[in-house]
């Protein structure tokens, strides 16, 4: 159980273009997903957090306008990396909250994004 | 002062021995704490998570608890090669939802 999966796991794309990540809880469902950032040997980067429904809500120095994040159910948010420049390229990991007896957060297997 | 502390190490340990990773806390007010394990390239796997003051063992794992001393910690028995990767510890208050990170502990099963 609590399975969380992301599509894609790897994409490339040129300068400019969008893309959007999903991620999905499989068997359970989260009221609340999470998306970080993580950059080669670095520590997790919290980003944002996603609510089932409601507007995320981005930690500081996070580009609401860039980084747009849709939660429209209780199994998918989708993050979209709007405009992307070379500096975005960054494993980007989901996780959803199980908020039953465990109260934990489980991740997604990641989607690393590569701008050209 | 982070709000949560691990040594990055790296820590070598002998295979077949234990493995002893340390997390400290500032947040008087955390309730759960969980540990996570992170293999290079892939993203977080959820090891254990423990609420109560003491022990909790599950397999070749056992998470300890120390809310008085703001200290958790996990022990792996039998350490093996596959055991080497980076340990994440979190922690949370129960209504917060967002898990507090340290900056994670490298470790390495030497055969």
């Known amino acids: 159980g609590a399975v969380v999966s992301q599509h894609p796991s790897r994409v490339i794309c040129k300068s400019g273009t969008s893309v959007k990540i999903e991620c999905r809880s499989l068997?359970?469902?989260?009221?609340?997903m999470f998306w970080y950032r993580q950059f080669p040997k670095q520590s997790l980067m919290l980003m944002a957090t996603?609510?089932?429904?409601?507007?995320?809500?981005?930690e500081q120095g996070v580009e609401k306008d860039k980084f747009l994040i849709n939660h429209a159910s209780l199994t998918l948010s989708t993050l979209t990396v709007t405009s992307a420049h070379p500096e975005d390229s960054s494993f980007y990991i989901c996780?959803?909250?199980?908020?039953?007896?465990?109260?934990?957060?489980?991740f997604g297997p990641g989607t690393r994004l590569t701008v050209l | 002062q982070k709000e949560v502390e691990q040594n990055s190490g790296p820590l070598s340990v002998p295979e077949g021995a234990i493995a002893s990773l340390n997390c400290t806390y500032s947040?008087?007010?955390?309730?759960?704490f969980f540990w996570y394990r992170q293999y290079s390239g892939k993203s977080p796997e959820l090891i254990m998570f423990?609420?109560?003051?003491g022990d909790k063992e599950d397999g070749r794992f056992t998470a300890q608890l120390n809310k008085a001393s703001q200290y958790v910690s996990l022990l792996i028995r039998d350490s093996q090669p596959s055991d080497s990767a980076t340990y994440l510890c979190?922690?949370?208050?129960?209504?917060?939802?967002?898990?507090?990170f340290g900056t994670g502990t490298r470790l390495t099963i030497i055969p």
């Open positions: 979190a922690v949370n208050r129960f209504g917060n939802e967002k898990l507090t």
């Open positions: 996603s609510n089932e429904g409601s507007k995320a809500t981005y």
């Open positions: 068997d359970f469902q989260a009221t609340t």
């Open positions: 996780s959803a909250r199980d908020a039953g007896v465990t109260d934990t957060q489980y």
């Open positions: 947040d008087r007010g955390s309730q759960s």
């Open positions: 423990i609420y109560s003051n």
